[in-house]
Nanobody
C-alpha cells in the first residue's frame, strides 16, 4: 500500500512563497507514474493544480500558471510544488496523488496553505 505524505504548508502573506513536498512510501514504481498536486478549498471540490509525467513534462491550471512550479525527484520518491506570488484564493488543503487519480490510490492528510495578511 502506497502512502503519500504531504508537508510544507503554512500561513503566508499575499505575495509570499511556499514549497510543498510529497513523499510516496511503499512504491517501487513511483517513477513510472504521472503525479499531480491537487487542492481543496472549504466548500469546494478537489481540483488539479499541476501535474508532471514520468518524462518531466508539466501542466498547470490556468489560475497558477507562471506562479507555481511542479518538479519531482524519482530517487527520493518525492514530488514538489514551488508556489510563488501566493494569493488569498490559493488558500486550501493541498494533496498529491497519481494523475489521473484512481480509486485504488488513497489520499494523504494533505498540507494546509493559508494566504492571509
Amino acid at each position: 500500500q502506497v502512502q503519500l505524505v504531504e508537508s510544507g504548508g503554512g500561513l503566508v502573506q499575499p505575495g509570499g512563497s511556499l514549497r510543498l513536498s510529497c513523499v510516496a512510501s511503499g512504491s517501487i514504481f513511483f517513477r513510472i507514474y504521472a503525479m499531480g498536486w491537487y487542492r481543496q478549498a472549504p466548500g469546494k471540490e478537489r481540483d488539479l493544480v499541476a501535474r508532471i509525467d514520468n518524462g518531466g513534462n508539466t501542466n498547470y491550471a490556468d489560475s497558477v500558471k507562471g506562479r507555481f512550479t511542479i518538479s519531482r525527484n524519482n530517487a527520493k520518491n518525492t514530488v514538489y510544488l514551488q508556489m510563488n506570488s501566493l494569493r488569498p484564493e490559493d488558500t486550501a488543503v493541498y494533496y498529491c496523488n497519481v494523475h489521473p487519480w484512481a480509486a485504488s490510490s488513497s489520499w494523504g492528510q494533505g498540507t494546509q496553505v493559508i494566504v492571509s495578511s
